[in-house]
């Protein structure tokens, strides 16, 4: 099974799981402008594949990581990086586009203990 996404204005709008034989060439192959295309006649627009198994540009199971990180709904794609990137979670953070992954302009604590992140003093607060 692949996975595909739409993005319209850069944007991801929609996902969907589709079969290995609608993005197979004839000798079994699976290519992703197979699959996009397949995506396009069925539902229209433009279509990305996304892996799953992909985070941080890391393949979990160490396989190739594609486009960086696995897309959700309201992730854009970076054309120039060619990775989805997830919403930017605080104002002060910013991009890693090694990993594309956003980054607190503070390290996480080292000290055990669990921490959140406090956008007005752009700080780590130990929480329980």
């Known amino acids: ?13 929609q996902g969907i799981v589709v079969s290995n034989q609608d993005t197979a060439d004839e000798h079994g192959v699976e290519k992703e402008e197979i699959g996009a ?52 979670p605080y104002a002060s953070w ?5 990993k594309a992954q956003w980054k607190a302009p503070v390290d996480y604590p080292t000290d055990e203990g669990r921490f959140t992140w406090n956008e007005a003093t752009t700080s780590w607060v130990e929480v329980g």
């Open 1 to 13: 099974m692949a996975h595909f996404v739409r993005i319209e204005n850069g944007v991801v709008v």
């Open 37 to 88: 295309a397949f995506c396009s006649n069925l539902l229209g627009g433009t279509w990305k594949q996304t892996s799953y198994n992909t985070h941080g540009g890391v393949h979990s199971s160490g396989g190739t990581p594609l486009r960086k990180n696995h897309a959700g709904i309201g992730y854009t794609y970076d054309e120039t990086l060619d990775a989805f990137i997830a919403p930017k």
């Open 94 to 98: 910013v991009l890693d586009q090694d």
